[in-house]
């Protein structure tokens, strides 16, 4: 069975850091259609570090130049660093790996259960 599961999460104060940590089971992170994705309370799912069908990694606007997406394939862990945090930054962040994927596009998700991430001002 394919299970994710994120860590990492936690309250800091603003311009602090933290590094989110996804590890897998019965599934293997690629270069493709993998990510990190939050959502607060009233809001939708958005994308905050992903990568589509190429490999080709997209950040959301408000987090470029702080936060980082990374891998290691030893461990089957993905990773989001995340610094200089703001209190808009305060969400659950869910990690991702697509079931499968074509060169049209990713297909259904993996979900993590998601770890919190506040931050205060």
């Known amino acids: 069975q394919v299970q994710l599961v994120e860590s990492g999460g936690g309250s800091v104060q603003a311009g602090g850091s933290l590094r989110l940590s996804c590890t897998a089971s019965g599934v293997r992170f690629s270069t493709y259609c993998t990510g990190w994705f939050r959502q607060a309370p009233g809001k939708e799912r958005e994308g905050v570090a992903t990568?589509?069908?190429?490999?080709?990694?997209t950040y959301a606007d408000s987090v470029k130049g702080r936060f980082t997406i990374s891998q290691d394939n030893a461990k089957n862990t993905l990773y989001l660093q995340m610094n200089s945090l703001k209190p808009e930054d305060t969400a659950m962040y869910y990690c991702a790996s697509a079931a499968w994927y074509t060169r049209s596009r990713c297909g259904d998700n993996y979900w993590g259960q998601g770890t919190q991430v506040t931050v205060s001002s």
């Open positions: 990568l589509d069908q190429y490999g080709t990694t």
